[in-house]
């Protein structure tokens, strides 16, 4: 079956340490994106990707980063600079607007600054 | 800027009951809405999206609507049960391609 694979479902950071999200869909989707979400606050867009090795920055990029070498897989890494990175992370794909079929979201992996 | 407001924030109904959820939106420029669910601690599942030129789409015991010129779309749930309780969120996709997610409805269905 088709769809969207983060991993891991939960993850433990130290304070100073960087974290890779992983983020892989088989879908075929052009674009890929990574929202961050916080109790009370709704989905906040960090970075999100048209296209393979082209990405822009969402609405809340300061400490994190992303690449995308591939057009299945869009890593973010969270970086020492996220000075609250505790939250739940979800990655969603789509296809171009002109063949739309809606944004596919993946099963989300909380991060917890321990 | 596009704003995305959900009313109510929280729902509790008896098993049963119909139901609507209400979605609004400030920039009536958009290309499609999308409504979803999430249970706790879960990705979000797609429920129904609505391309800019609909009206609604439907699903089983769902039926969204979607009024453009008034920046309102509507959730309707019918017969309601326990397992629809989740929380509801819909987005739009504005014409330069950013989605806005509202703040979503907690929805509880009493057994």
């Known amino acids: 079956d088709g769809g969207i694979t983060q991993s891991p479902k939960y993850l433990f950071r130290k304070e100073g340490q960087n974290v890779t999200l992983s983020c892989e869909q088989n879908?075929?989707?052009?674009?890929m994106y990574w929202y961050r979400q916080d109790p009370g606050q709704g989905l906040r867009l960090i970075y999100y990707?048209?296209?393979?090795?082209?990405?822009q920055k969402g609405d809340i990029a300061e400490g994190y980063s992303v690449s995308r070498e591939k057009k299945e897989s869009f890593p973010l890494t969270v970086t020492s600079a996220q000075k609250n990175p505790t939250a739940f992370y979800l990655c969603?794909?789509?296809?171009?607007?002109?063949?739309?079929?809606?944004?596919?979201f993946g099963s989300g992996t909380r991060l917890t600054v321990v | 800027k596009q704003e995305v407001t959900q009313i109510p924030a929280a729902l509790s109904v008896p098993e049963g009951e119909n139901l609507v959820l209400n979605c609004s939106f400030t920039d009536s420029a958009i290309y499609n809405l999308q409504w979803f669910r999430q249970d706790p601690g879960k990705g979000l599942t797609s429920l129904l999206l609505i391309q800019s030129s609909q009206r609604e789409q439907t699903s089983g015991r769902l039926n969204a609507s979607l009024d453009k010129s008034s920046g309102r779309s509507t959730l309707y749930i019918a017969a309601s049960q326990p397992g629809d309780s989740a929380t509801y969120l819909c987005a739009v996709t504005n014409r330069d391609d950013k989605i806005i997610f509202g703040k979503g409805t907690r929805l509880h269905i009493l057994p």
């Open positions: 879908l075929n989707h052009d674009a």
């Open positions: 990707s048209q296209i393979v090795n082209d990405f």
């Open positions: 969603a794909s789509s296809t171009p607007l002109d063949r739309w079929y809606g944004y596919t």
